[in-house]
């Protein structure tokens, strides 16, 4: 469909037609060798300007626990989804599970918490709650089966508040009239300072606002998660519930910083050493929203995250699958189920401290040393969040090491120390790189032009279709997506400013009629 040069220009090279491998399915057209000359039209022709374009890695998945890694394959393959969404659905849950109670030592005077921060980006319909589902399954079976087995203790405690309370009353009545001693006050007093009450357990929250996060966070004993395969709580967070945005509490979440919230017409709360989790799946509009919020990325919320954006399976993907195996769901179970319950354990101090080898600690100081140059150079644009990926790196290898031990420190009189060996090092380096890649991809694509994606649809109804000239109406004839020509003009603006096609020349119109539609030429590279 190219037209032919004219005589006196050589041909088109090869390479100017060609679509590198890959891009096909995203309609992206990346032009290989420069091509400068004239098509039939006589439209002189420089090489596009390339659309940002990211070929990101797929996740190490070599790197994980071999129960999590067989139980990962065994849901991408159930759901027909990138492994990446499970594998970091995945990490996600363990963080869950340990968080509070580890903690891992980076150097003498620096601890890091084992809670993440993880999104996972994808349009719709790519099966982002199913991968959620299968992910949080154990979690949710064993805050059931918990609540469900203390069902009477916590109503025989909420019992003993009521007997409390009546009682405290009763005396401060009798203390009024005199007919009560201090004894007898101080003892009611102390009996209620003792009180604990007993809650159903909340191992994760969606649909919450910050208020309320925070109280969960006090009543959890400062632990907390989110997981959701929506966005609404960057909607909550913008302000949907409020006029001001309120995000202290996933900053401080994140960090460890105690919380102290201190307002008319709520109780005082304070937690000392917060931690939260956070775990969700997102369509890249919301990303998108959540890339341009100047607040989100001025106070370092953005810079928390680890970006997670798999490749699409859409339109590849087979009906009849596979089902997880029995035996690789049970023995991940036994490990989710194994890490929530480990507090139950009296005689264990939480948090218990991880430490790391002597090699351990060497390759974290070669990747630190390794990135420190970086964040003024090619990765100034990102270095709110590089900066804290040596932390996210040192959590994560807390992470595998405790869901590589195969000993649980419940079952021991004395807990065995966990340290991360050199092997878990490379581990959780080479997920950091992974993150690295697909966080760079995030910030630069989440905020850029909308207009680009549609450039990107066009140009491959373009290419499908064999155009070499086109109207306004011919786009939208093969594009259902774009349906006015107030639509199509700004995509076909910026396609000829990046120098994919070109205005047809129009000779002089001498007639009375309305004069025919503007035609557009095709850079015969596409």
Not at 89 to 100: E, F, H, K, P, Y
Not at 200 to 222: A, H, N, W
Not at 414 to 439: N, Q
Not at 492 to 516: F, Q
């Amino acid at each position: 469909h190219v037209p032919p040069p004219d005589n006196d220009l050589p041909p088109i090279p090869k390479s100017a037609h060609a679509v590198p491998d890959g891009l096909e399915p995203t309609g992206t057209f990346v032009v290989s060798g420069a091509y400068s000359g004239k098509n039939g039209g006589g439209t002189k022709w420089e090489t596009p300007i390339p659309f940002d374009e990211y070929t990101l890695p797929p996740f190490p998945i070599e790197t994980l626990p071999m129960v999590v890694r067989d139980y990962v394959l065994a849901v991408s393959e159930s759901t027909q989804t990138p492994v990446d969404m499970s594998a970091s659905a995945a990490l996600g849950v363990l963080s869950i599970c340990t968080q509070g109670k580890y903690r891992i030592r980076g150097k003498q005077d620096w601890v890091e918490p084992l809670n993440l921060y993880i999104v996972i980006i994808a349009e719709p319909s790519e099966r982002k709650s199913a991968v959620i589902s299968f992910s949080t399954k154990p979690v949710n079976e064993f805050e059931s089966g918990y609540n469900k087995q203390n069902a009477a203790i916590m109503e025989a405690n909420r019992m003993k508040k009521r007997i409390l309370e009546r009682r405290q009353k009763t005396l401060e009545e009798q203390m009024a009239k005199g007919k009560a001693d201090q004894a007898d006050l101080d003892a009611i007093a102390a009996e209620i300072a003792d009180f604990k009450e007993k809650t159903p357990l909340r191992l994760y929250v969606d649909d919450i606002t910050t208020e309320k996060l925070t109280s969960v966070l006090s009543d959890g004993g400062g632990k907390a998660a989110i997981v959701s395969a929506e966005g609404g709580i960057f909607d909550m967070l913008s302000g949907m519930y409020t006029k001001t945005v309120n995000i202290d509490v996933l900053l401080k979440g994140h960090s460890g910083d105690s919380i102290r919230v201190d307002r008319i017409g709520r109780n005082s709360e304070s937690i000392m050493n917060p931690s939260l989790s956070v775990l969700l799946a997102v369509q890249p509009n919301v990303l998108s929203g959540m890339m341009q919020n100047g607040t989100f990325r001025g106070r370092g919320l953005t810079a928390r995250f680890l970006y997670c954006m798999p490749t699409s399976f859409v339109g590849n993907r087979k009906y009849r699958t596979d089902s997880v195996p029995q035996e690789v769901s049970r023995a991940y179970s036994t490990l989710i189920y194994d890490l929530l319950d480990e507090t139950n354990n009296p005689s264990t101090e939480y948090p218990e401290e991880i430490t790391l080898s002597p090699e351990a600690d060497a390759l974290l100081e070669a990747f630190a040393n390794e990135l420190e140059p970086k964040l003024r150079d090619e990765m100034s644009d990102i270095s709110d969040w590089a900066g804290k990926l040596v932390g996210a790196v040192l959590r994560i290898s807390g992470i595998l090491c405790r869901a590589n031990s195969t000993v649980c420190s419940v079952f021991l009189d004395e807990p065995t120390p966990l340290v991360v060996d050199a092997e878990t090092m490379k581990s959780a380096i080479t997920i950091g790189r992974y993150y690295t890649e697909h966080s760079k991809a995030a910030f630069s694509l989440m905020g850029a032009d909308p207009i680009v994606k549609q450039c990107k649809y066009v140009l491959s109804a373009i290419k499908k279709n064999g155009l070499a000239e086109f109207t306004r109406r011919d786009i939208m004839r093969i594009c259902r997506g774009i349906r006015t020509a107030e639509e199509v003009q700004p995509v076909i603006d910026r396609l000829s400013e990046y120098g994919y096609v070109a205005a047809k020349p129009v000779s002089g119109y001498t007639g009375t009629g309305r004069p025919a539609a503007q035609s557009y030429l095709v850079n015969p590279a596409v």
